[in-house]
């Protein structure tokens, strides 16, 4: 089992930066692959980002590769996403995830989420 907490979105300005935290609980964190996903509204929710599990292999989104990076912290017991030259179409709620098996990018890959957290950047 594997129960995660999000933190970290808020308001930027077009060209800023912010970092996604996800804090995980239990036992199995550190041998389970993680991603991020975002929904923007009237949307479905769509691949961001993922990680293997000791975070050795990464996996972008081409929407957003180049711009954010995903990074885990198994010691801690966190997940993180930092995000830079932000858009406005970058916008949505963003959710942390915990995979079960299948293909990094899509959403039936995983079995664990995040309560999501709201990114809105203005232009």
């Not at 930027?12 to 996903?37: D, I, K, N």
């Not at 990464?58 to 929407?63: K, W």
């Not at 709620?93 to 309560?115: D, I, L, P």
């Amino acid at each position: 089992q594997v129960h995660m907490v999000q933190s970290g979105g808020g308001l930027v300005q077009a060209g800023g930066s912010l970092t996604l935290s996800c804090a995980a609980s239990g036992r199995t964190f550190s041998s389970t692959a993680m991603g991020w996903f975002r929904q923007a509204p009237r949307k479905e929710r769509e691949f961001v980002a993922a990680i293997n599990w000791n975070g050795g292999s990464t996996y972008y989104a081409d929407s957003v590769k180049g711009r954010f990076t995903i990074s885990r912290d198994n010691v801690k017991n966190m997940l993180y996403l930092q995000m830079s030259s932000l858009k406005p179409e970058d916008t949505a709620v963003y959710y942390c995830a915990a995979m079960r098996g299948g293909s990094y990018f899509n959403r039936e890959s995983y079995a664990y989420w995040g309560q999501g957290t709201q990114v809105t950047v203005s232009s």
